[in-house]
């Protein structure tokens, strides 16, 4: 057998930062995200009796795979299958977008693997799986806007979507940098949790906020959304600021970026600003507004990409 699927990324707009159990990557907060059109991952898997380890060719380069083959391991447990498999993943992300992110990865790898392993998992079961290879992946099985449930434990911390809304989201992304991340955003959030003095007060906020945003997006109440989406974004990057040691992903353009969204609800334009673990920050506003958001970044013209909402994770092709 071989099977492929095809999962779009997602963007925060109430964020994830920090895990209680990094083995079962249970979030101290709920998150909530927008899965995005236009970037997204295929993923084919083939598991094979005459394998004699896992293979992984990410856009045509071999790869190590011991994280592959660890989430492989998952699969195979629940499966009860005793053979490697053959992974190929292309990412149709613009890789300057610094968008390419573990989230399209994890969600195709998921539904690819477990289908192909002969498992048929339910949308809950198959984010709960995702969510042990990236936290943010258990929310791109879903397309639109979806809630990452905190939970108690592992059978109880998956994503499930919210209802669609009214509003016409749309994010503007910025690329200010597209070169490799500086730290991994993996031991950077283990090192918030480790040493931040602002991390219980991140998480307190956080998890109201996520309540507060189901809220806003069923009223369709977008300056509230926005609100929440700028907050919960600035408020991780505070207490990232805050651990020691002190770091931070703002570079001089990103900060020009957030004086400019600033500046753009000032004269009225519906626009607020989010950020990942990167320097890049995308700009939350509405389909009528998009045009005006672009031409209040002129020196950032040759860096715009603009996203709507996208589709949940699906199987492209089974092939015996
Ligand atoms: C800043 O899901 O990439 O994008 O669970 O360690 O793989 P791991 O982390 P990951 O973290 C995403 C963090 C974020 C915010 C978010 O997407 O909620």
Not at 31 to 48: E, I
Not at 93 to 112: E, M
Not at 194 to 222: K, R
Not at 234 to 241: D, E, G, K, S, V
């Given at each position: 057998?071989?099977t492929t699927a095809?999962?779009?990324?997602n ?5 994830y930062?920090?895990?209680?159990n990094?083995?079962?990557i249970?979030?101290y907060?709920?998150s909530?995200s927008l ?6 991952t ?10 004699t380890a896992?293979t992984f060719?990410l ?5 190590p795979a011991?994280?592959?083959s ?10 009860k ?16 977008a610094g968008?390419?992110s573990?989230a ?7 539904l690819?693997?477990s289908?192909?392993?002969g498992?048929s ?7 709960r799986?995702a969510r042990?290879?990236s936290?943010?992946a258990s ?14 434990d592992?059978?109880?911390s ?6 669609e ?5 749309r994010?503007?992304?910025?690329m200010?940098?597209a070169g490799?991340?500086?730290?991994s ?5 283990a090192?918030?949790?480790a040493t931040?003095?602002y ?5 307190e ?7 507060e945003?189901v809220?806003a ?5 977008f300056t509230?959304?926005g609100?929440l989406?700028?907050q919960s974004?600035?408020r991780?990057?505070a207490?990232?600021?805050a651990?020691?040691?002190?770091f ?8 020009q ?9 000032a004269?009225g ?6 950020m ?5 920050v995308?700009i939350?506003t509405?389909?009528?507004a998009?045009e ?14 603009v996203a709507?909402?996208?589709p ?8 015996r």
């Amino acid at each position: 057998m071989t099977t492929t699927a095809r999962a779009h990324t997602n963007i925060a707009l109430i964020k994830y930062w920090g895990k209680r159990n990094a083995n079962l990557i249970l979030p101290y907060t709920s998150s909530v995200s927008l899965t995005l059109d236009d970037f997204y991952t295929d993923t084919t898997v083939a598991f094979d009796s005459d394998l004699t380890a896992d293979t992984f060719v990410l856009d045509g380069n071999p790869q190590p795979a011991p994280k592959v083959s660890a989430f492989l391991d998952l699969v195979r447990a629940q499966a009860k299958l005793n053979q490697f498999a053959r992974v190929t993943s292309v990412n149709h992300v613009p890789t300057a977008a610094g968008l390419a992110s573990s989230a399209s990865a994890y969600a195709a790898l998921a539904l690819a693997a477990s289908r192909d392993a002969g498992l048929s998992l339910s949308s809950l079961e198959l984010s709960r799986l995702a969510r042990r290879g990236s936290g943010s992946a258990s929310r791109s099985i879903f397309g639109g806007l979806a809630i990452w449930h905190r939970g108690e434990d592992d059978l109880t911390s998956f994503a499930e979507a919210l209802p669609e809304t009214r509003l016409p989201l749309r994010m503007v992304v910025v690329m200010v940098d597209a070169g490799p991340k500086p730290v991994s955003s993996r031991q950077l959030m283990a090192n918030t949790v480790a040493t931040s003095p602002y991390f219980s007060a991140w998480v307190e906020n956080n998890e109201q906020a996520a309540g507060e945003m189901v809220n806003a997006l069923a009223t369709a109440d977008f300056t509230r959304v926005g609100e929440l989406t700028e907050q919960s974004s600035a408020r991780m990057h505070a207490a990232i600021f805050a651990s020691a040691p002190a770091f931070t992903y703002f570079q001089p353009a990103t900060l020009q970026v957030w004086h400019a969204v600033q500046t753009m609800r000032a004269q009225g334009i519906p626009a607020y600003a989010t950020m990942d673990a990167g320097p890049n920050v995308k700009i939350l506003t509405l389909a009528p507004a998009v045009e005006a958001v672009k031409a209040a970044l002129p020196e950032f013209q040759d860096r715009l990409l603009v996203a709507g909402p996208g589709p949940a994770t699906k199987v492209l092709e089974e092939a015996r």
